[in-house]
């Protein structure tokens, strides 16, 4: 999250921002209450730290746990390269994936709350993050070796 001081708006982090997500980061911005274009407040103008934030909607994490919460055919995109990215998770938990030319195969476990992936061929593996925010779900599988992020929702 980038947050800008005064008397800057969101627009000020433009260039960090396309190069963050150039190498696959997710990136959040927003306009700090009172500050350029956004409207000030009646109350509270003394702004400390993460005071601006207290208005937005964390993204939680959720807790998985067994393989099942996670099971099913999944699409998103790949970074690098925002290929499509595809991935089916058994409830056993066989894994199968394919982006641009590439096929892999692995399993996936889980452990207190948390689910990892091993894929091959070519070493890669990490953790697999679950997001459900009403009902709108989606993954992350982060590559432990910085070869990938996937971000996929069930389709």
């Given at each position: 999250?980038?947050?800008?001081?005064?008397?800057?708006?969101?627009?000020?982090?433009?260039?960090?921002?396309?190069?963050?997500?150039?190498?696959?980061?997710?990136?959040?911005?927003?306009?700090?209450?009172?500050?350029?274009?956004?409207?000030?407040?009646?109350?509270?103008?003394?702004?400390?730290?993460?005071?601006?934030?207290?208005?937005?909607?964390?993204?939680?994490?959720?807790?998985?746990?067994?393989?099942?919460?996670?099971?099913?055919?999944?699409?998103?995109?790949?970074?690098?390269?925002?290929?499509?990215?595809?991935?089916?998770?058994?409830?056993?938990?066989?894994?199968?994936?394919?982006?641009?030319?590439?096929?892999?195969?692995?399993?996936?476990?889980?452990?207190?709350?948390?689910?990892?992936?091993?894929?091959?061929?070519?070493?890669?593996?990490?953790?697999?993050?679950?997001?459900?925010?009403?009902?709108?779900?989606?993954?992350?599988?982060?590559?432990?070796?910085?070869?990938?992020?996937?971000?996929?929702v069930p389709r």
């Amino acid at each position: 999250m980038l947050i800008h001081g005064w008397p800057q708006s969101g627009r000020a982090w433009e260039r960090q921002v396309a190069a963050l997500l150039g190498v696959g980061h997710w990136v959040i911005t927003y306009d700090r209450r009172g500050f350029c274009e956004s409207s000030r407040p009646m109350f509270g103008n003394e702004y400390l730290g993460f005071v601006g934030c207290a208005s937005l909607s964390p993204a939680a994490e959720t807790p998985i746990s067994n393989v099942g919460a996670i099971a099913g055919n999944w699409s998103g995109t790949i970074t690098p390269g925002y290929e499509p990215f595809y991935v089916t998770i058994s409830p056993s938990g066989a894994l199968t994936a394919c982006w641009g030319a590439n096929w892999a195969w692995g399993t996936v476990t889980v452990g207190n709350g948390r689910a990892t992936f091993e894929m091959e061929p070519g070493l890669r593996g990490g953790p697999i993050t679950l997001y459900d925010s009403g009902g709108s779900r989606g993954l992350v599988l982060d590559d432990a070796w910085s070869t990938f992020n996937a971000q996929v929702v069930p389709r």
